[in-house]
């Protein structure tokens, strides 16, 4: 070919491409169909074989430089058409054709795209790891609107693509894949499942965003893992989970939840979290069903929480629950039981040893003087066992504990979802419902919720969504919590005579007889909620939403309290009294009647330009809330069968009710800028109003700013093949906080009554009287918070790290300022008072696959520390301090020096009082009211700061592996440092004089039985009631190190195989069984689990069997 | 209401403070605040020597009280409130003295200083020097005051009630709630000015409540204090209690006996009280030719068997009996013999020292154990016998102090003071002889009233009384062998009476005859005064604590 002409053919090819761009569409290729070449050439150059086109047709071949034409090929073809002929020749050779009217374009399959081609239309099957169709991924040819789902079988067919065309394959929960047609027809993918990545999209503040995208400190945490758990509620689900987020719990009863603090305290008063459900702020996180979360986002830091402003001081929790996907049609069923059992459980003395100890108190208190026996006599306790073998109701020997709880209390739980979804209308259902008894009698928390999800695309323009949900709650209990009483009664006191019939007890505290006979307090929580939001999108980027989201609640209390009569053992007609708690059966009721609402008017645009990439949001919310109380009660009922009111008497009924109302209204904006998806910047304000303030002091504005560097996008960080993505994020913000009564800024009067004589008559007259102390300019409590963060994905992103430090100085704290007593009101609410939390959080993970094992392995840890400033004179006393200086609920009490031993030590020592003795525990005179030791131990003038109580280094960890049908994961929990006081039942001796004695007391107590060798020697004081207050009196002695390690959660699941499976009509089947709170290292006295609070319902192990069926 | 709501939002089921104290209902309910019941707590006799709980004390009795006690707490802020409260309506008047008639403004204006008054008295003599002021404080000020003394505030309790005196009626009509009166207002006065040993002054208030001649003491002393007993002629401060409206006597089960349901006298009063009832010739019972230790009811004063429950009677429906050989009782209802569980042979925590109290109680009682007994401040027996103690010490001994204090006594024997043949009456005597006298005579009378720990302060005999230790009866065994068996039962000795009517146990404890309950202690260094509760000092740098706390 004469070289002017190839000049010339890549001149054309420009002018060419300009032509067609415009003319696509309009040429017709009839030519090059009906025109058929015969040709037989062998071994020649592609150039060449051209050329003889050329010459034998009118097709003109087009191509530059780039195409690499010298491969040699061989044809044999005979009326055959042209296409049919390139097929052929250009198979394998990355060189792509295309055929308009009689031009041939040849471009690389790299290489210019904007040219049109022939189009086609591909078809595939998308499959998941394990080879089951996966129905409802969104297939959409890349940078087009053009797109469709996989149907129930997982196949799509996707027309109008191009040779040169890429596949984008999305489906949430898996990893997004792009693939070149490159001009296949066929395609078949298999998804693989997202744990945590980069390109995850998480919920952030009325949006979503790319988690590479982010630039404050969000943590997310997928809905599997809070159902994989097992727990009831979502709360408890979190501990360990996430960094930064401290989750604690004091009991386990049936059904309880656990206090959530993101970033520790920030403020005295509430420094709970705002829990966003779907965009709509909720009341509890525990109201969710842990099956329906899709995930969980927490917003830490002040630049991804502002946008939530006037409350988001505390952190921002944001659950988005499942919805369907088009495609999907599925009815799956879930089925679990399990048991629960206390971890652990204190353990107490004999019988015997109990009614020496008894007699030991008496004795000390006494003055040891000569009568050993005070209390039983000798001979009775020489004898006792024997006595109680011909008597046991005279002489009883109880076993509390083992009477009231069982070792073992069921649960089950059973969710039945459907999911039904086209391309218009796409529905999710879920019903679930959850039982757990406890380890006593009569206590059963029962739950059913519902959730019903729905998503309508009406038009390009327009779509909604529409979720309803449904939950009742019931709780179910006996008329007292047995738990404290049980643990201090005394194995002397009978709890059933050996008929059968309720005994005394300790004089009528038996506790056993009360939880059997004495009644109920059974709770019924109701709520309904929606949500309804119109989206509406005028044109490509631009949104404008209208949500409206109301939520009801109706709350039923009832307390039927049964006198319970015990008789005397030998004479079941003599009733010697009722037990303790009730003289007489009452009913009490209450309800409560209450909603919130809350509007919102979102816009929202999002805009690329070449390589900058703007979204920008803006918004008005409303919200309002309600809430009344009402309660009713009759006493002294004749009957004890009909816990109703109309049953009781007249005369001694009562009732009361009251009232209340706040309401907020915001206006927000964001606006989220990058530059490459390297540099990022973010700004967000927020303005709120708030009907707790005077309208003079209303309104509050919390901006904030934060920038992200994506360093690894850098050319000079290119090259470092094992950092996959670094990225440097910074903030800074202002968060709100108003959450202090309903009316502070307002000197309410508050009513109550006061009876009068009138005559020999009795009248109740109604008073009123101001309680508060008002503080009218009383003003939003503000957060400013700093964080400083990165996120790094280190070999090809296999192992992530998140680590975050950050300050929060909250300052015009709203808190009750601590008034002198004297001044005769109640404490006030003001701002006032400064505190600082400062902290880190570190995460990691890792995942990978060896051979047919998938596994993944992650840790997080955090720390903070929250020390308060000023508090405008304000002091928080008590055994926990706030004050200037001091941490948050520190510590606070008397520096000890070990036990007195003798009677010289005590004369010539600062003590409490006179009653002091030998084997006290000894404290350090640090001042007196000249400021100078004053020779005795006072409140006032003798107490230090003795440390933090809050818990230190909270970490958690988890490992999931997976084999074949096999998965595993194994989470652990813990808490590297916290100082705990032993207190109450835990170390008491004989609680309110009569109580049992811990067994971990006995032989290691100070006793004037012990030499003074063995008194040097043993760990807790004399035993004695007069010097209770004392010994046990806040101070060091009693701290120890809380840390714990807990191995929190062990989960084995098994799939079965697709071919059973099928065989037998169902599309999935997995069993698996989970253990909850297994064991744990910790430092505690035996008996108490880290977590237990000294009289709380024991924490519990469980062990869950579940299968989960799906059609 | 959906998309934008109201922002100005007011309490709903509360009243605004803005412009209240308007018009003559707001003023009365807010009057009527000040006499709600927990601002009027009666004080807990367990502090005294009258009482025994088993083998509990308080942190009074044991030595241990400190800042941090809670009931000291309590009674520190509530009597504040009180007096905040009181200040308030004092400084609102002028708002209504245009649209009400002076008399309604006189009575609400001197029940306020009537309040204030009775609850600053309260603070000095617990607390010594206190914090005074009359007028509404704001935070600023309030941490700029310190203590005012002792003397200072007596000077404006004195005014307040004179005011109080001097706007406060008479008495109130029997459609009116009853508030204070003028009598209760001299009364009041009289006790503060005793207590802080202004004689005259108390002599005089006495005096002028008891000129006032309305008063007169309630025929039949046992009665007197049952719930059926509303309002009577003796009352002069006192508030009511209700079942109907809920303001209760709780716990009264503590008093009873087991037989009835009660804790068998798990608060019962003490070998101490009972030793110091005068016998029915007028001395105490180491003088009296009278008193037997082994039938301890028989010859006393008939206030010791409206107090004590006597062995052997009927006792709301059974006998009465904590012999331990007693294992079955009547009852009286049915005419059963049944288990008696008010002795120790069947029941560990019968009685601990065999007695239980009667004042007070009587079948209203059951079967819930929840009491509307009148709560008694202020009745004028204590006027009579508070300007007869006012007059011995001012040594003005003269009839009218015989006559105040036998006409208490006589009541009890239902007679007239005049019959003196049927009463021992109280003859002339020395200063000292008379102070006996009265003293013991309150102890009597006032028993289980919540007025002796007053007394044994004023006194300052607390350091005596409450460093005796509390006894009780032996355990079973030996107490068969011991004391039943050589017919010793009840008490095995007669205790010499000091001057102050206490009984010395000791010689008793030491012979092996009877059980040591508790060590009573009392820290005469500092106990005279409670210290200020703790967080009061520590935020206000200007209060310093009361000496040895």
Same mark, same amino acid.
């Not at chain 1, 949500?547 to 004479?571: C, H, M, R």
């Not at chain 1, 009218?776 to 957060?783: C, H, L, N, P, V």
């Given at each position: ?66 195409? +690499? ?52 239309? &591909? ?16 297939? &959409? ?145 525990? +109201? ?475 009248? !109740? ?26 996120? !790094? ?148 003038? +003798? ?43 835990? &170390? ?124 | ?549």
């Amino acid at each position: 070919m004469p070289f002017y002409d190839q000049i010339l053919k890549k001149m054309k090819l420009t002018l060419l491409l300009l032509l067609l761009t415009v003319l696509s569409g309009i040429a017709a290729d009839t030519y090059s169909q009906s025109t058929k070449l015969t040709l037989k050439l062998e071994n020649v150059r592609i150039e060449d074989l051209l050329s003889q086109i050329e010459d034998k047709s009118e097709f003109r071949f087009f191509y530059n430089e780039e195409i +690499d034409l010298d491969k040699k090929v061989s044809v044999n073809s005979s009326d055959e058409t042209l296409v049919n002929i390139l097929d052929k020749i250009l198979n394998n050779t990355g060189i792509r054709y295309e055929v308009i009217g009689r031009q041939v374009i040849l471009t690389n399959s790299s290489g210019i795209a904007s040219v049109s081609q022939q189009s086609k239309t &591909v078809t595939g099957k998308v499959t998941d790891s394990s080879g089951e169709p996966l129905p409802g991924v969104t297939v &959409v040819v890349k940078g087009t609107t053009n797109g469709t789902i996989t149907g129930a079988d997982g196949n799509y067919s996707l027309g109008n693509i191009t040779a040169d065309a890429t596949l984008l394959f999305s489906f949430v929960g898996m990893k997004s894949q792009e693939i070149p047609v490159a001009g296949k027809t066929g395609i078949n993918v298999t998804m693989v499942e997202e744990t945590i990545g980069l390109e995850e999209v998480v919920a952030i503040g009325y949006g979503t965003a790319k988690k590479s995208d982010i630039t404050g400190a969000v943590a997310t945490l997928q809905g599997d893992a809070v159902a994989e758990r097992r727990t009831t509620q979502v709360s408890q689900a979190l501990q360990g989970a996430i960094s930064g987020v401290m989750v604690t719990r004091d009991n386990n009863t049936p059904g309880s939840s656990a206090t959530i603090n993101i970033r520790g305290i920030t403020t005295i008063g509430d420094s709970s979290p705002l829990i966003i459900m779907d965009g709509v702020p909720i009341n509890n996180i525990n +109201d969710i069903n842990p099956n329906d979360i899709q995930d969980i986002s927490v917003l830490k830091d002040a630049a991804s929480a502002s946008i939530y402003g006037s409350r988001a001081a505390a952190g921002v929790i944001l659950v988005t629950t499942k919805r369907a996907k088009a495609g999907e049609l599925n009815l799956s069923y879930n089925a679990e039981y399990g048991v629960e059992t206390p971890t652990q459980l204190p353990v107490y003395v004999d019988v015997i040893r109990y009614m020496q100890i008894a007699n030991e108190l008496r004795w000390n208190d006494n003055g040891n003087t000569s009568d050993e026996y005070p209390l039983y006599a000798k001979d009775i306790v020489d004898n006792y066992m024997s006595l109680n073998a011909e008597n046991p109701d005279l002489y009883p020997n109880t076993d509390w504990v083992g009477l009231i709880l069982e070792k073992y209390a069921p649960k089950q739980s059973h969710t039945l979802s459907i999911s039904a979804g086209t391309k218009a209308i796409r529905s999710k259902l879920t019903l679930a419902y959850d039982k757990t008894d406890a380890l006593y009698m009569n206590h059963t928390y029962e739950r059913i919720t519902s959730r019903f999800n729905n998503d309508i695309t009406i038009n390009k323009f327009l779509s909604a969504t529409l979720d309803m949900y449904f939950k009742r709650s019931i709780r179910e209990q006996p008329s007292l919590d047995p738990m404290y009483n049980m643990l201090i009664a005394a194995p002397v006191y009978a709890a059933e005579w050996s008929d059968g019939r309720v005994a005394e007890g300790k004089t009528g505290n038996n506790i056993y007889g009360q939880i059997k006979y004495g009644g109920f307090r059974n709770n019924w929580y109701n709520q309904v909620g929606g949500k309804l939001s119109l989206d509406f999108t005028p044109f490509d980027g631009f949104k404008l939403s209208a949500i409206l989201s109301p939520n009801l609640g109706f709350d039923k209390a009832k307390n039927f309290q049964k006198k319970v009569s015990y008789t005397d053992w030998e004479d079941p007609t003599s009733i010697l009294g009722t037990l303790e708690w009730a003289k007489t059966t009452n009913l009490y009721e209450s309800r409560n009647d209450n909603y919130q609402v809350t509007t919102q008017f979102l816009a929202n645009y999002t805009k690329t330009i070449k390589e900058h990439n703007l979204n920008i949001l803006a918004g008005y919310e409303n919200y309002y809330s309600y809430y009344e109380n009402l309660s009713a009660s009759r006493e002294q009922y004749d009957l004890e069968a009909f816990p109703y009111l109309d049953l009781g008497p007249l005369t001694y009924r009562g009732n009361s009710g009251n009232a209340y109302e706040n309401a907020y209204r915001s206006w927000l904006g964001r606006v989220m800028y990058n530059y490459q998806s390297k540099y990022f910047i973010q700004g967000n304000i927020r303005f709120d109003a708030s009907s707790r303030f005077h309208t003079d002091y209303r309104w509050g504005s919390f901006p904030s700013l934060s920038a992200g560097w994506v360093i690894s996008e850098e050319s000079f960080m290119k090259d470092i093949s094992w950092l996959s993505f670094l990225k440097l994020r910074g903030s800074w913000g202002t968060l709100g906080n108003e959450r202090i009564g309903n009316y502070p800024y307002q000197a309410t009067i508050a009513f109550s009554d006061a009876i009068f004589h009138q005559g020999s008559t009795v009248v !109740a007259s109604q008073t009123a009287a101001q309680w508060q102390y008002a503080i009218r300019d009383i003003s939003w409590e503000k957060t400013e918070s700093f964080d400083v963060g990165f996120d !790094a994905g280190l070999f090809d992103n296999k192992l992530r790290l998140t680590g975050d430090y950050y300050r929060k100085t909250t300052k015009d704290m709203l808190l009750a300022l601590e008034i002198p007593d004297y001044m005769g009101f109640s404490n006030p609410d003001q701002n006032t008072g400064k505190m600082e939390t400062k902290g880190w959080e570190f995460e990691a993970n890792y995942n990978n696959r060896i051979g047919q094992v998938n596994y993944s392995v992650g840790f997080n840890i955090s720390d903070f520390k929250s020390t308060m400033g000023d508090l405008g004179g304000t002091e928080f006393l008590g055994d926990q301090i706030k004050i200037k200086g001091s941490e948050f609920n520190e510590w606070y009490g008397y520096i000890s020096d070990g036990l007195f031993q003798t009677e010289e030590e005590v004369t010539t020592s600062p003590k409490t009082s006179e009653s002091v003795r030998p084997g006290d525990v000894k404290y350090k005179d640090i001042s007196g009211p000249d400021g100078v030791p004053d020779g005795s131990i006072t409140p006032e003038y +003798d107490r230090v700061l003795l440390g933090g109580s809050l818990p230190r280094y909270m970490y958690g960890a988890n490992i999931r592996l997976e084999y074949k049908g096999f998965d595993f994961s194994m989470v652990i929990q813990g808490v590297g440092k916290q100082n705990v006081r032993l207190e109450g039942l835990m &170390v008491q001796p004989l609680m309110e004089n009569w109580g049992h004695v811990p067994k971990i007391l006995d032989g290691n107590f100070w006793s004037m039985y012990n030499t003074q060798e063995e008194n040097l020697m043993v760990k807790y004081p004399r035993i004695s009631q007069t010097s209770r207050g004392n010994n046990f009196a806040m101070s060091d002695y009693w701290l120890i190190n809380g840390a714990y390690l807990r191995l929190k959660n062990i989960s084995l699941g098994y799939t079965l195989p697709k071919s059973i499976v099928q065989s037998i009509k169902m599309n999935n089947v997995r069993f698996y069984a989970t253990i909850s709170d297994l064991y744990t290292f910790d430092n505690f006295p035996k008996g108490w689990d880290p977590e237990v609070s000294s009289s709380g319902y024991p924490i519990t192990s469980s062990f869950i069997f579940g299968v989960a069926v799906k059609f | 209401m959906i998309s934008c709501t109201d922002l100005d939002l007011n309490p709903l089921s509360e009243g605004s403070s803005e412009n209240w104290y308007s018009n003559e209902t707001e003023i009365s309910m807010a009057v009527n605040d000040l006499y709600r019941p927990v601002f009027w707590p009666l004080e807990d006799g367990e502090w005294t020597d009258d009482y025994t709980r088993r083998q509990a004390l308080t942190p009074i009795t044991s030595a241990t009280i400190n800042g941090e006690w809670e009931t000291l707490q309590n009674l520190w802020l509530n009597s504040y409130k009180t007096i905040a409260r009181a200040n308030t309506i004092l400084l609102n008047l002028d708002k209504v003295s245009e649209i009400l008639p002076p008399a309604t403004i006189d009575k609400f204006a001197g029940n306020a200083h009537f309040v204030r008054a009775a609850q600053y008295a309260k603070l000095i003599f617990y607390y010594g020097d206190v914090v005074f002021y009359t007028n509404i404080i704001d935070i600023d000020e309030a941490f700029t005051l310190s203590r005012t003394s002792k003397a200072e505030v007596l000077a404006a309790i004195y005014a307040d009630y004179d005011a109080a005196a001097s706007k406060l009626p008479i008495a109130y009509g029997n459609a009116e709630n009853k508030l204070a009166t003028k009598g209760a207002a001299l009364a009041m006065k009289a006790r503060i000015a005793l207590a802080m040993g202004d004689w005259a002054i108390a002599r005089d208030a006495a005096k002028a409540c008891m000129d006032l001649g309305i008063y007169e003491l309630y025929p039949d002393y046992g009665e007197l204090f049952l719930a059926k007993t509303k309002n009577p002629k003796e009352l002069v401060f006192g508030l009511p209690r209700s079942k109907e409206f809920g303001v209760l006597w709780e716990m009264v089960n503590y008093y009873l006996p087991r037989n009835v349901g009660g804790f068998g006298g798990s608060i019962a009063p003490s070998w101490d009280l009972f030793h110091s009832f005068l016998c029915t010739d007028g001395l105490p019972i180491d003088k009296s030719p009278l008193y037997n230790p082994q039938k301890p009811f028989k010859n006393r004063d008939p206030r010791c068997t409206a107090t004590i429950v006597e062995f052997g009677t009927p006792w709301l429906g059974f006998i009465y009996e904590p012999h331990p050989d007693s294992l079955k009782v009547l009852n009286v209802n049915t005419g059963q013999r049944v288990k008696n569980n008010d002795t120790r042979g069947n029941q560990q925590y019968a009685s601990f020292n065999g007695l239980v109290w009667k004042k007070f109680a009587d079948e209203s009682w059951l079967p819930d154990f929840k009491a509307e007994n009148d709560k008694m401040f202020m009745r004028y027996a204590d006027v009579l016998l508070m300007y007869a103690e006012a007059k011995i010490e001012l040594n003005e001994i003269d009839q009218s102090v015989l006559d105040a204090i036998n006409k208490v006594r006589a009541r009890a024997y239902k007679v007239s003071y005049t019959a003196t043949s049927s009463y021992p009456a109280v003859g002339t005597g020395s200063q000292s002889q008379l102070r006996t006298t009265v003293r013991v005579e309150r102890r009597m009378e006032f028993a289980h009233e919540g007025l002796r720990y007053q007394d044994i302060i004023r006194w300052k005999i607390a350091e005596k009384v409450l460093n005796q230790d509390i006894y009780g009866m032996l355990d079973v065994a030996a107490l068969r062998t011991k004391i039943v068996k050589p017919g010793l039962w009840f008490f095995p000795m007669t205790p010499a009476i000091d001057e102050n009517g206490s009984p010395n146990l000791l010689p008793m404890y030491e012979a092996g005859l009877i059980k040591l309950l508790a060590d009573r202690q009392f820290d005469a260094s500092k106990q005279y005064l409670w210290p200020i509760p703790t967080k009061e000092i520590l935020i206000n740098k200007n209060l310093i604590q009361n000496p040895g706390y």
